[in-house]
């Protein structure tokens, strides 16, 4: 049932990361520049009989379409997308570049967690993005601070892009609804009531230049409130990261490891907590940590690039019920740069891990599934 989402799914995470690599998406200095893309989508998966007997679904899975412009010391950038099923805002902010050194945003922005990029080379992204820590957009207010090497990020946010009750959204937010599971044959579904709201995050990064390329060495904090919409009362909530960006050559090593906790008031069950994105609502450790290692090779070709990667990532619950399990994602993948092309080929292996396993739609949950599942992923998309 999770799985008729996942190609929604699939087509936000590769744009995002696809949409980084293009020169023609620059912000015009007067006037508005209109980028996008347009996404085909095929998907094989090795634990669906239905997706073995059809050799996988090739799908038209995604359109985009991105504004960004300035007009002296103001600009802005937006970007909307629409899919088969749905559409919705990635962000859409304003921004202010009158101070030196600093830029002032307001609206619908980039949360600043973890690495300032993403910590995944891959169109899955990494764990960190399922737990509602990477490539997050929440409304609020953000200032950036840059130069001589390092980079700072202060934010406030007052709560996420669509009320906690909408599942059709971009990233991952807290969810208030009841989500359906059954374990060992027992109906353990929970409603939930809690919203994000209040929080603040706080990064820190220094990059030093050395031979042969970089090295980006950073810290993350953030803070919140959880509000329970049925009571009236307010729970907290935090997430610390450690992260690590270094290139060498045609090489780059990522590295992260973060701690978070959702302490929700008035909760059914502390052990574990809801949370919901593109159009699908599915549950979480309420506290663990999640490690990263990505490791890729870009290659320089004639018509562009190959960029060649390994994406591995590792949650660990740390929840007062023992039967929880770690969740696990490996993607060996290439990325194809050509000309107004950008193609990510990808094979996935999940253990315990929603969207990339069959049974298993959580994350450090009791494990229902055996062992590793597996399947390809292509997408071919366009830019504008």
Do not use: C
């Not at 957009?137 to 090497?149: L, M, P, S």
């Not at 562009?304 to 770690?326: A, C, L, R, W």
């Amino acid at each position: 049932m999770m799985k008729k989402t996942t190609q929604f799914m699939l087509s936000t995470v590769a744009a995002a990361i696809a949409m980084t690599s293009f020169s023609n998406q620059a912000i015009a200095e007067d006037g508005i520049n209109v980028g996008g893309a347009v996404r085909v989508n095929y998907s094989y998966k090795d634990y669906s009989d239905s997706s073995k007997d059809k050799l996988g679904d090739l799908t038209l899975d995604m359109v985009a379409i991105k504004f960004n412009g300035k007009k002296g010391d103001w600009g802005l950038a937006s970007e909307y997308r629409f899919t088969s099923s749905t559409d919705y805002i990635k962000y859409g902010y304003a921004y202010y570049d009158a101070i030196p050194d600093w830029q002032i945003q307001f609206g619908i922005n980039k949360v600043p967690f973890g690495n300032r990029d993403f910590i995944s080379n891959s169109w899955w992204f990494g764990i960190p993005y399922y737990l509602g820590f990477e490539d997050d957009h929440d409304v609020g207010i953000k200032a950036v601070y840059e130069k001589n090497g390092w980079h700072t990020d202060i934010a406030f946010y007052k709560n996420p892009e669509y009320a906690a009750s909408e599942n059709k959204r971009y990233a991952t937010d807290l969810y208030s609804g009841t989500i359906d599971a059954t374990y060992d044959g027992i109906d353990n579904g929970i409603t939930y009531n809690n919203e994000e709201t209040n929080q603040f995050n706080i990064r820190q990064t220094y990059t030093m230049e050395h031979e042969g390329g970089s090295t980006t060495l950073g810290g993350s904090i953030e803070v919140g409130q959880i509000y329970n919409n049925a009571t009236g009362n307010n729970g907290d909530r935090y997430g610390i990261a450690l992260h690590l960006d270094t290139k060498y050559n045609d090489w780059e090593l990522q590295a992260q490891a973060m701690q978070y906790e959702y302490d929700a008031a008035d909760s059914e069950n502390p052990n574990k907590i809801g949370v919901s994105v593109v159009s699908w609502q599915y549950e979480i450790a309420s506290k663990g940590q999640a490690y990263t290692v990505n490791l890729s090779k870009t290659i320089p070709t004639s018509f562009g690039s190959v960029k060649i990667y390994n994406d591995f990532n590792i949650m660990t619950p740390d929840v007062e019920d023992s039967t929880y399990d770690n969740s696990y994602q490996n993607v060996l993948g290439a990325a194809i740069s050509a000309g107004a092309t950008y193609t990510m080929v990808d094979f996935v292996m999940g253990k315990n891990m929603t969207f990339s396993t069959g049974s298993d739609d959580h994350v450090g949950l009791a494990q229902t599934g055996d062992g590793w599942d597996k399947r390809i992923n292509i997408n071919f998309g366009y830019y504008f």
